[in-house]
């Protein structure tokens, strides 16, 4: 029987002394210089260490979020305001912001005032929060931040923000407090609908309509209600996400399951919300939720279509199943770049078989080659080779998963020999991922391990799994297609950037592709790729280079434990058109989270 850590690379002897980390980008004070030699074999004396508490070239603090909160949703819109929302605030918060709002739930908001397309590269920096008032509000640098909705304000549908409603439509499972991607997408005049995830399980998603905008902000704000998820069995865990450039929300559903057998664990109770959802027993005594109807990237068909009802969900079932965290598609409108939030993970790469249509094509896995004896994060780059994965159309894998369906008694599931199988069949060799000396066929008449079993099929083809806390992937659409069209590599700004939030663990194990220096590794490290074009004639990415890492990390501190003036933790990102990376926090080792202005030293 295939066991988990099987799916793990062999070990890579690489060593480097972790003294290393001091070196980093400036981001831990130097040492000072030695001082002149002694005399009569009397030592000189060391000079004294470098200061800690600035921040590194180009960052600058944008907006810090009210306690217990982190920043989601963000996403520049098109009339240049800057949509972002307070998730999970603390209950306890009390201040009111100048427009009278207290922040205790979950807040739908945008800021406005500000022209985001013209935002000064030299505009006041904010100050970190140190009183409770500044501490539970949003605090700006530039405009001023207008709450659009919040959790539990009645929409028109009838339905109350954030509600998580059974697949009958009518039934009310939970209140979410967990708003997250947002999605901004024209009405066709002058206004805006604007879709937001509810992250939760089941997941939801909301919209919200908006015009009339002015310098204090949008005078017309309407609450439509809920999407109606019951035409994919519901989602789970609605992530961050992008739209696609023809104009349709692509939302990511966060799996959160390393193992597909533990859906049937009867202690777990994860699956029993969908199981609710859905209007099945919940506790295992009849049917159960599929679990390969879970997982993908959900795209909104219609979404400008004035009748919320004429909205339809769609899951991109061949862009993989595993934990989205978010998909950007490139200017080629065939290629497509995918993060998986988790520990032990895999950064993936769809290109389809026709620019424009994500309903059939090929899905890879990176493998990632380190600098060569370097573990310093901010040092250390990857070549990347993207491993072959498999190819299926959307019809073919969603017949596969109907076969799926069943109680959960049967617990029907693709098991880890089959996965191993099918990678034994596929590469012709025998693998170390079972027990027996034989290559073995592949159990079914297609691919579908490659698509259900996505993270263990790539890593059982050679695919780097060690990626930790990936999260936010994003380009600046306009800059890249200025790139793509002129076909000049090095023409503006043909670059895309990746969140890592943490890289401990097995980024800093001495395992396998990833070795990295783990110290300050709970802070995070934003990544630079540029974009290519590959032999194929599609976009790609061939390197990933370190372009700010967090910390240092003090693990004595009550709060606060990464520097206060670096980022932590990195999350959502978003591209300014000038190049710019707006860089979000989730965080729990700054006291209020951060958005981050990062002018790039390196571009």
Known sequence: MLRKQSFRKSPVAIGISTAMLAMSIGLTGCEGDDGTDGVSGVNGVDGTDGITNFIPAGLKRLATAPLGAEFTGMYLNSDNTFFLNVQHPSSSNTTTDAAGKIFDKGTVGVIVGQDFSALPSDFGALDLPITTADKEVVMTAVGSYQVLTQQNEVALDGNQMGDILAADGTTLIKSSNDPDFNGVISDGATGFYVYTNWEDRPGGMGRIHVDNLTASGYGTVTLDGMVDFSGVEGTWVNCFGTVSPWGTPLSAEELYFDDTADWFDATNSRPQALASYLGYPTDGSGDWPNPYRYGYIVELENPADGVLANVTPNKLETQGRFSHENSVVMPDQKTVFLSDDGTGVVFFKFVADVAGDLS?????????????????PAEASFAIEWIEIGNMTEANIEAAIA?????????????????????????GTDLDCDTDVTVDANPYADDRVAFLESRKAAVALGATGEFRKMEGVNINYGLASTWWNAGAADGPQAYMYMAMSSYDSTMSDDLGDIQLDGTNGKCGVVYRMKLVQNASGDVDVTTMVPAIVGGPYYADRIVNECNVNNISNPDNLVIMDDGRVLIGEDTGNHENNVIWVFDDPAI
């Open 360 to 376: 059939a094509g090929t899905l890879y896995g990176a493998k990632v080659t380190q600098t060569n004896s370097v573990t310093d």
């Open 403 to 427: 076969s799926y369906d069943g109680t959960f008694a049967a617990a029907n599931h693709i098991t880890d020999e089959e996965v191993c199988d099918w990678a034994e069949s596929k590469t």
